[in-house]
């Protein structure tokens, strides 16, 4: 009984899935975009922790996945020529830049905070696209590689063939989500859930609730970075383009489409989806942004809790929706926003 | 001896004087109550001596330390809690998260991020206790906007409390309540006292006169009166800015 249980958890199903996926995708080609979807899938759900637990709405992380791209690729040339250190660089030096940042993000809420990420996220575009000399510019900077991975130096494991790419990723996504998994559902977690109900009654609890949006950011970044890391070495090279803020969106719009705000593994699904209308529409028309934009519409009118939420699936413990949420009056009145 | 004293508060907002020359004195082991009609800056006041805002002049001094301008979290830290007039709680999520998390904060453990919040037992076992002490066990796993408005006003006291105030601060404890209920908060306002400091903002005149062993007057941001049950009944200032003969 109990393995069914856990058979049947999202968890499991996700990492069935991405584990024979292959079998399957090598007969119809496409192996690269698999990968893709698992490396959004990390950013994603790392992303979900700042929106959907912490209740703020960066439109600029974008910043964080191109500039651990970037970072991948300048370790490798200047540093060490290794996967484990330009991976590991990346994420530490995205949740540095998310640090900095996050000393002006994280007094901010709302509409404000917002915007704050859009410029960012716009400065680091154009520093990007502008500084040819360590960043390549518009030609992007190229030459980045995947090295064999050396296992405390006795084994060496290449990982520049596809499939054996596709596994490392997908080892990385495993790890990823079991860390955030773990972290919603820690003490951690449920203060930044706590803060994104009520920001004000989580100070009156004795919280430092801008420490603990600094560490959202900090998660954020690092999760953002990694997947970043893991894009440049999938494209051997790192671009400007994921970072304007046009392309910072498309993670929003793969949490809100997969399960709404507040739905773990939705980002997962969300990813696939538009990686999937991506390849499949733009074969047909260039404009398959627009049919995108259609989905989103239809989704936000009439699933706000995106598909995952429609299905009633995977909602964490701390949600736990009900049918009653539909007809059930509140009683509570506009309190809300927890101003005294 | 006061456990908290303002010195000259005052608190403008745009050409409105919300707070003006607030100089009181909270004696520790009492229940003060602060009364005065609307607009007469009762929860201003509140929300300087939390810290939420910041007094434009004066001080606040807690066990003779100064406190004014600390951000609310380190005030309530050392040990002032308070309640909301409009409620304000968790609402999401069930009503024991809500006692469990402030628990949390009391036991400093929020920053752990790896280990299931099941497995904090110190912290689940005494919320559970809190529970137990304010009645709400019964409804532990209902999610807290399906609770009925007066297990909410409950709730929203139980979180202050599971801070383990030494001073507790209530805005309007009964407010929006039926009688009956209303006499439920006062036994369990009456019966906390014996812990703490209790400073409660009260419309119900009923309640501030059977419970108060001192009363605050607040009238346009000025305190006009202070003193026992007694005193403010036979005050003619009070009688004529307030009360207007009803008592």
């Known amino acids: ?340 | 001896m006061a456990i908290l004293e303002t010195i000259g508060v005052e608190k403008r907002f745009g050409g409105l004087t919300a707070n003006a020359d607030i100089n009181i004195q909270i004696e520790e082991g009492a229940i003060t109550s602060i009364i005065g009609p609307n607009g007469a800056g009762k929860t201003t006041l509140f929300n300087i001596l939390t810290g939420y805002y910041k007094p434009d002049r004066g001080e606040v001094h807690y066990l003779g330390q100064n406190i004014t301008g600390w951000p609310v979290h380190k005030i309530v830290r050392k040990g002032i809690a308070r309640s909301f007039q409009v409620l304000n709680i968790f609402n999401e999520i069930p009503v024991f998260e809500n006692i469990r998390l402030a628990v949390q904060a009391d036991q400093k453990k929020g920053f752990h991020f790896l280990k299931s919040t099941s497995k904090f037992r110190s912290i689940n076992e005494r919320a559970e206790e809190i529970l137990d002490e304010i009645g709400l066990f019964r409804v532990k796993d209902v999610i807290t906007k399906y609770l009925s408005y007066g297990d909410k006003r409950i709730l929203e006291i139980g979180i202050a409390l599971a801070s383990r105030p030494r001073l507790l601060l209530m805005d309007e404890p009964t407010s929006g309540l039926p009688s009956s209920e209303t006499e439920r908060v006062k036994n369990f306002i009456k019966r906390i006292s014996e812990k703490m400091t209790i400073v409660v903002i009260e419309h119900d005149m009923n309640v501030v006169l059977t419970i108060s062993d001192n009363i605050i007057v607040l009238h346009q941001g000025r305190v006009i009166a202070q003193g026992s049950p007694q005193e403010i009944k036979a005050n003619d200032q009070v009688q004529e800015a307030y009360l207007g003969g009803i008592v």
Request: hydrophobic share 55%; charged share 10%; with cysteine.
């Open chain 1, 1 to 340: 009984m109990k393995i069914v249980r856990y058979m049947l958890h999202p968890m499991f199903i996700i990492f069935a899935v991405f584990l024979v996926a292959p079998i399957f995708i090598m007969r119809v080609g496409g192996m690269s975009l698999a990968i893709e979807v698992m490396i959004w899938a990390i950013f994603a759900v790392g992303y979900n922790i700042l929106l959907g637990y912490t209740g703020l709405p960066s439109f600029g992380h974008g910043l964080f996945f191109g500039t651990g791209a970037y970072l991948c690729g300048l370790i490798q040339h200047h540093l060490i020529p290794g996967t484990w250190i330009s991976i590991l660089g990346s994420m530490l030096g995205c949740s540095i830049i998310a640090g900095i940042l996050g000393f002006f993000l994280a007094r901010k809420r709302g509409i404000y905070f917002a915007l704050l990420t859009i410029a960012f996220t716009q400065l680091f575009f154009f520093i990007a696209f502008q500084w040819d000399s360590v960043t390549g510019g518009e030609n992007g900077l190229m030459g980045i590689e995947r090295y064999p991975l050396s296992i405390f130096g006795l084994f060496r494991i290449p990982i520049d063939g596809v499939l054996s790419y596709y596994y490392f990723v997908y080892a990385i996504l495993v790890a990823s989500i079991v860390v955030l998994w773990k972290i919603v559902h820690s003490p951690l977690g449920s203060v930044l859930y706590a803060i994104k109900q009520n920001e004000v009654r989580a100070k009156y609890l004795g919280y430092n609730t801008w420490m603990y949006k600094w560490v959202s950011l900090i998660i954020s970044g690092l999760f953002a970075g990694l997947a970043g890391a893991l894009y440049a070495m999938l494209q051997h090279g790192a671009f400007a383009n994921p970072i304007h803020w046009t392309r910072s969106g498309d993670v929003v719009m793969m949490v809100l489409v997969g399960g709404g705000l507040t739905n773990f593994f939705g980002p997962v699904l969300g990813a696939a989806i538009f990686i999937a209308l991506r390849d499949i529409v733009s074969t047909l028309t260039e404009h398959w942004y627009l049919f995108y934009g259609l989905l989103i519409v239809f989704i936000i009118l009439f699933l706000p809790e995106g598909i995952l939420g429609y299905l009633k699936v995977g909602q964490t413990s701390r949600k736990m929706i009900s049918v009653e949420e539909k007809w059930s009056p509140s009683l509570s009145g506009g309190a809300s926003d927890g101003h005294p």
